[in-house]
């Protein structure tokens, strides 16, 4: 049972085009986030939620959106994607913190490649 | 604002010799301290997290970090490391309250046979 699964693994594209990568979490936390992960390994916020509702949101253009439709789920909208979107994108959740939510988890990573 | 610094990019090291990554952090409130591993192709894992109490704090795969205060620091140690312990480390901390994750640059460790 894969606790926080995102899809694809994989995603090429082309420049300009507009995808999404889908996240969920089966664990019952209330907090998901968006990390990017570029080349040089380094890893950086986007945005996270909690129980659907967006309580960080980095200085990230406004091509990408992020959007929980419910609390096990966040996914990643990308518009018009461009050359240095190129990255892993990582999906991760974490109990809230009165809950405790000082650990998160993460997904497998979806690696994007724009060409 | 709140940072990690993790000095060294790279560390090749031996099979069976010790091995200690170092992790230094910025914060004007208190913290919580963590190491997270990454093996290839996967996402990161948790290794430890120091909260409160003995700032000797152990994890798995037989791996330990201590923390210190006064030098702001949060090194993660192995006293013999194996093949299979090739991988990035991360170190990150979060503020005792808030959901941001703050993560380090990662070192890279490459256990040599």
């Known amino acids: 049972d894969t606790a926080v699964s995102q899809t694809p693994k994989y995603l090429v594209t082309q420049m300009g085009n507009d995808k999404s990568i889908k996240c969920e979490q089966n664990l019952g936390h209330d907090t998901m986030y968006w990390y990017k992960q570029d080349s040089k390994k380094f890893l950086k916020i986007m945005f996270s939620?909690?129980?659907?509702?967006?309580?960080i949101n980095e200085t990230v253009p406004n091509r990408f959106s992020p959007k929980s439709p419910d609390k096990a789920h966040l996914n990643l909208h990308i518009n018009s994607l461009e050359l240095g979107d190129s990255a892993v994108y990582f999906c991760?959740?974490?109990?809230?913190?009165?809950?405790?939510?000082?650990?998160?988890?993460f997904g497998s990573g979806t690696q994007l490649s724009v060409l | 604002a709140q940072s990690v610094t993790q000095l060294d990019s790279q560390v090749p090291v031996f099979e069976e010799a010790p091995v200690e990554l170092r992790c230094n952090y910025s914060?004007?409130?208190?913290?919580?301290l963590f190491w997270y591993v990454q093996y290839p192709n996967q996402g990161l894992q948790l290794l430890l997290k120091?909260?409160?109490?003995?700032?000797l704090v152990k994890g798995i795969n037989g791996f330990e970090a201590e923390f210190n205060k006064s030098q702001t620091s949060f090194h993660l140690r192995k006293p013999s490391v194996h093949i299979s312990d090739t991988a990035e480390y991360f170190c990150?901390?979060?503020?005792?309250?808030?959901?941001?994750?703050?993560f380090g640059p990662g070192t890279r460790l490459s256990v040599l046979p």
């Open positions: 990150a901390l979060k503020s005792n309250y808030g959901q941001n994750f703050v």
């Open positions: 939620y909690n129980n659907k509702e967006l309580i």
């Open positions: 120091y909260l409160s109490g003995s700032t």
């Open positions: 991760a959740s974490s109990p809230w913190e009165g809950q405790g939510g000082e650990k998160l988890f």
């Open positions: 914060s004007s409130v208190s913290v919580y």
